[in-house]
């Protein structure tokens, strides 16, 4: 039995909120203390790109990529529980032992 950090990243902000509330229920169901969810900030990523591949050097369009984070600390649990989670498409999982 050991204590997880459990990172939780996705492209959207409702999908992350859905996912996290999922996470806590489960483990919470378990009967193990749960530590969360914190906040983390949201990167933003901005790619530009021309319009026009010869000419209007000038004539540019801007795309966002927003990754929102979330933060779980889940006490005295294996690592096999957090592995049967089901999460949606477009979330990724990251354990880390502490």
Do not use: W
Not at 29 to 39: A, C, F, H, Y
Not at 84 to 89: A, F, N, V
Request: with cysteine; proline share 4%.
């Amino acid at each position: 039995m050991l204590n997880y950090k459990i990172q939780i990243k996705a492209f959207d902000g409702y999908i992350l909120n859905i996912s996290v509330i999922k996470i806590i229920n489960y483990i919470s169901k378990q009967n193990i203390k749960v530590n969360g969810p914190i906040t983390l900030p949201t990167k933003k990523k901005i790619y530009t790109i021309l319009r026009s591949p010869h000419v209007h050097k000038k004539s540019r369009e801007q795309f966002k990529l927003y990754i929102h984070k979330r933060f779980v600390v889940v006490y005295n649990v294996k690592s096999k529980i957090l592995k049967k989670m089901d999460l949606p498409s477009g979330v990724k999982l990251k354990l880390k032992k502490c």
